[in-house]
Each structure stands twice: as structure tokens, then as C-alpha cells.
């Protein structure tokens, strides 16, 4: 919405910024206010298109990605979530930390009431791999 001034920080919306960040560690999640703070509802955000590297092997990793969430006072803008999302192309790591690591960021940046990070990984070894993980954890 132009003239809304809680988005002048948004750094990547409406640019045309393509340099896409070398790791997880350098990309920044950007949020802005979320319009209705009071009210309980969902979001979900997917993609299909998600890679990573398998730290052992160094072979490539795909997976479908689902992310819902119950904001809080803020909401995740979609275009830094990409950038953030493919800047695990050429991270190592094993698909379970990936997943919680895609939560801990999340988590940290929005302060949402609840959310659900789950992965779908392509087979490897004729065995697929799903990972999910919630915030708040539950008691078990």
C-alpha cells in the first residue's frame, strides 16, 4: 500500500535486487506490522523448489517446504522468506536441523502464537524423508 509508512523498512519489495545471500547466516527475514493482531488466523507459505546440500555425501537435497503460522504482531514479508529459503542451496547440513533451523529463524524474527516447519525431501536410497517441527513445543 503506498504511503504506509510501517513498510519503509522493506528492503527487497519492489526492488529489483536478484543477488541472492551466500548462506542462511547472511539473509535477513523482513517482517512488517500485522493489521490485525487481535484476531487468530493462519498462514501458509509453500514451496516446491527448496535445496540444500547433504553434508556428508555433498550431493543436492530438494524438498517440498510447507510453513503455517498464527502471527502475532508481525508477518513475515514472502520475497526476504525466498531469498532466506535459497540461501540453503549450498548449505550442508542434514534435513531434521535444516527444519528446525528454518523454525529457531522464524520463530526469532516473527513471535508468531504458533508455527509448523515441515519438510518433504526428495527419496534418497529408495527412502523418503519428512521432517516437522512446532513452536510452541509441546509437553510430552
Known amino acids: 500500500m503506498p504511503g504506509r509508512e510501517d513498510l519503509q523498512n522493506l528492503s527487497l519489495l519492489g526492488k529489483a535486487e536478484s543477488r541472492l545471500p551466500a548462506s542462511p547466516d547472511e ?60 540461501s540453503f542451496r549450498n548449505q550442508p547440513a542434514f534435513n531434521e536441523e535444516i527444519v528446525n533451523r528454518i523454525l529457531d529463524d522464524l520463530v526469532a524474527a516473527l513471535q508468531p502464537k504458533e508455527l509448523v516447519v515441515r519438510g518433504e525431501f526428495a527419496p534418497r536410497g529408495g527412502i523418503q524423508l519428512t521432517t516437522e517441527a512446532v513452536y510452541p513445543e509441546c509437553d510430552a
Open 27 to 86: 539473509a535477513k527475514l523482513e517482517i512488517f506490522p500485522n493489521q490485525r493482531p487481535g484476531r487468530r488466523y493462519w498462514i501458509t507459505l509453500k514451496t516446491s523448489e527448496f535445496s540444500s546440500l547433504c553434508p556428508v555425501t555433498g550431493q543436492p537435497d530438494s524438498a517440498h517446504l510447507e510453513i503455517r503460522y498464527v502471527p502475532g504482531d508481525t508477518i513475515v514479508e514472502t520475497k526476504s522468506l525466498k531469498f532466506y529459503l535459497a
